[in-house]
């Protein structure tokens, strides 16, 4: 199921969407990839067959992130058991839907900040140190248009995704000079991910994929792709933010032309 | 009709909004106002005679600020025959409307550059040297929603404001550290102008104004009151960038709800 | 010491600095100014002092933000027994100083979140409401040049503004049409606050202030000046965002002039 | 030299840096490559016979962009004589160096309008239509620090950039819905091209390169590779905007670290 002399690439946050995706990209190229997430064995070991059944090299965990110790005991079992994690993709999210804010709970609220930043921290803290001690890896960070602006109803999710691009960037700034690419990814549209988008909108979910038009929700392949890329930039040229829509979204910083004389 | 000994405020782009309320505002508060304006001799003097008919000192001029040494005649002149110009307002607009690529001919969009971008480094070039010769001044800078983002049928406005955003950064990274203040304006919404929004829209105005509700349009003296608070802030607490936009307004960088559910 | 008939202005997090004179602006134009801070009850009864000798009306408490239940209590205290709050002012900081990941521990970093973001969700989660049924209101914020950019050292301090910077937003795209202000102050520069930067820096804070140079050091009563004119921003033309720094601080977008030849 | 049949990469601005190589790079995967730069006719004969001595396809013409018609003319004539211009990389650069407001001539101003934002909109002009008419296309923009923050000595430079970021918007909220991929790219770091930076440093390039350290210079292969993997991505994710620099490099957004306590 793993291979000690495989590069392994570690993805929090593994649902058939993004996470299973950006396993099996890597998987493809050679990778041994881990994926871990909160629920659901079954899925779990339906994308661990997936990636197999393709040649490809993969095991899965369930963890919840948001309890202490969790993702600690992940990075240190997989360093020890499986090898050095070259690439890790936090991809967990804090979307808990719009809110008012007599809506949102202390608790939501909360939470939203333990899967949203607390967890990319202590993923870092843990990880970062043994990829500055071999010179180099890769932590690439998804993120949301709540990372970049603040919303009706994003009371938890804004403040959680702020943080995380903050966190981003601090990372960034101590870690990059020695060695390591921390990328964050503005993911500023829908996305077919059946486990959590899907989940959500359940049976609605098919029906909103086609309002959307063709190709007018994120392939969460594409943007497996998109991930390969940015772990295959050399260090004299790293991207550290990028942004991704579908080509029929309108971006975040647009809204519909309007009349908009407001000078004299 | 002018007094040597007063300091004086040169708005550039003096309409009956912002650029006649801010002259007044400082009129009110002892300075000598030019207002200097493309057309409209009748308009511009019933403004000045407003300011006087309030105790307040002001005069005008008409010019045609995409001529070649227009602002920098003005500039010479008013120094020469009225005083230092210790606060000048830049509030030349050059929104054309929405209009897609192909009905933005190559002239408009060098016009607005001419008026949006040009023409600020223009009196920045004539006017900056005297005010650090004089170790202090302060430079307003009316600017859009279109500095800080594009949107559809925008082309040259935003091109224009894009750089007229810029232009205020790169002056006060040099002009900050010698005592002058410039300070970037961002009008993100409506404002009541009845010589630009109000001319565009004609007998539509009203109507658009009361489309609004109550307070749902910027009233130019609200935000000549913010001018003055910017041009009192002391040396040691100055601000570069500010936001307006009426209550009921979405900022540029919100727009409706949706569902945003956009990770696994 | 009260007056049930004077708008109430409360600061959270009320040192001799930024909070105090803020307290003390207010409480000039005839609010009561209601100071709450962790520590220092005799610092804090100083404050009180000195706007009360300048005839202003104020009262102090002491209290631990970050615990459970304590900001909520004092909302509904003070509104239950002074008066309703006309204006409120979260400024709390987190600044720990710049730390690498390693010495950033798990607690730091939830402590830097407690007071950076969550307080300020707890205190809007109590007094939004009461706002909202008054029709008004006005939640100023302090923030930091992290809110907006993280920075070598800073993981804890940046997440926690960086959430801060967007729950504001969040905030005001659902308050502001229900008739609250809310306002995002970026400090972007060194504040002559005796409470904070002066305990960190003990001995060599006067040479610290020294060494900036003229008005090189923000004065907290020069930024009170500015709370109290976004404060009195009529609804038509508020501000959501601003930026403050001294005349001589470069602006954090901005480093020293390099050979920065880009493309060919 | 050409082959009707590729599709067509057109490069305005092919030097031996960034142009030159995404020419190579895209011809190496079977595009014709036209390369179009200002001077050295040797210089971009030596290009194209690179390019098909590595079994590539290429054609080469001298251009003076800033000139009325020229840009039209060649997007016209390729389009006529080799066929459909499949991407596009606009990649004029309008760096003058560090210039103060009084070094910097209205015509130097000017000249960096025209070559940093008109060209790229005469460009959009002639050639969106073309590709909308096709259903599909890419635009790709290099593009510069200045582009999203000016800075001492950039006001030509930081004035072209802010409003080609912003036309880049204004194309993007126009043309993606039509199917026209534009990315804007933000170079912030210096790249290994010999014709522009490194004419402007002469002898001092190879010192200056040998001082940034090992990998601390972008190579213009490796930025040429994310520039094909930009115009490789489906229409349900597509990037806007993406930034690059070398690992050592301090992002635009960050400066060495300060003691930054700023509140109480």
Not at 137 to 156: D, F, K, M, P
Not at 159 to 183: D, I, K, S, Y
Request: charge should be negative.
């Amino acid at each position: 199921m793993s291979d000690e002399r495989k590069p392994v690439f570690l993805v929090i946050g593994a649902g058939a969407g993004i996470g299973g995706h950006a396993a099996a990209r890597f998987a493809r190229e050679g990778y041994h990839a881990v994926l871990a997430r909160r629920s659901d064995e079954e899925g779990l070991q339906r994308l661990v067959a997936q990636i197999e059944d393709a040649g490809g090299s993969a095991s899965g965990t369930l963890l919840n992130a948001s309890d202490d110790g969790t993702i600690e005991e992940l990075v240190e079992r997989v360093e020890a058991n499986i090898g050095p994690i070259t690439c890790a993709l936090y991809n967990l999210g804090a979307q808990i839907g719009n809110r008012t804010l007599d809506n949102t709970p202390h608790g939501a609220f909360e939470l939203g900040w333990r899967l949203g930043c607390f967890g990319l921290f202590r993923l870092a803290h843990v990880l970062m140190p043994k990829m500055v001690a071999r010179g180099q890896g890769t932590l690439l960070v998804t993120s949301a248009t709540a990372a970049v602006r603040g919303n009706t109803g994003q009371h938890s999710h804004a403040a959680a995704m702020g943080g995380r691009r903050m966190l981003c960037q601090t990372l960034n700034a101590e870690f990059a000079p020695q060695g390591v690419h921390v990328a964050h990814v503005v993911v500023d549209g829908s996305v077919d991910a059946p486990d959590t988008l899907g989940k959500l909108l359940g049976d609605k979910f098919e029906a909103y994929k086609a309002s959307k038009g063709e190709d007018g929700v994120i392939d969460p392949a594409a943007l497996a792709e998109t991930y390969w890329s940015l772990a295959q930039q050399p260090r004299n040229c790293w991207t550290h933010e990028i942004d991704v829509r579908p080509w029929t979204d309108v971006p975040w910083w647009n809204d519909n032309p309007i009349v908009a004389i407001d000078r004299d």
